[in-house]
């Protein structure tokens, strides 16, 4: 499995942007679709963007549409996640996951290969 280490969390005021890192140990990062996951005080993590191995795909939920981007570099073995236009909905701790698979990022949570220890993310208004 690949060991996955989250950075770039932090406080920002609303409007503002962020951009989380995940850095991927082993040999084998590009074998893996990666994903970013976030869980809000008293809510179930949920998925907000994922991206193919090849970096070729990327999928983005509704809610962060057009706000989020994740984008992998497979030399570097890291997946970001660039936040603009930050809303304090947007506050959570995100994690990034790591599975085999594209669909089962998208849609199993409780079926990934490896997860980050997370990184807090807090938006103020």
């Known amino acids: 499995q690949v060991q996955l280490v989250e950075s770039g969390g932090g406080l920002v005021q609303a409007g503002g942007s962020l951009r989380l890192s995940c850095a991927a140990s082993g040999r084998t990062f590009s074998s893996y679709a990666m994903g970013w996951f976030r869980q809000a005080p008293g809510k179930e993590r949920e998925f907000v963007a994922a991206?193919?191995?090849?970096?070729?795909?990327?999928y983005h939920v509704d809610s962060v549409k057009g706000r989020f981007t994740i984008t992998r570099d497979n030399v570097k073995s890291t997946v970001s996640l660039q936040m603009n236009s930050l809303k304090p909905d947007d506050t959570a701790v995100y994690y990034c996951?790591?599975?085999?698979?594209?669909?089962?990022?998208?849609?199993?949570?409780?079926?990934?290969?490896?997860w980050g220890q997370g990184t807090q993310v807090t938006v103020s208004s």
């Open positions: 991206i193919s191995r090849s970096g070729g795909i990327r």
């Open positions: 996951a790591a599975s085999r698979d594209f669909e089962t990022m998208k849609t199993q949570i409780d079926q990934l290969d490896s």
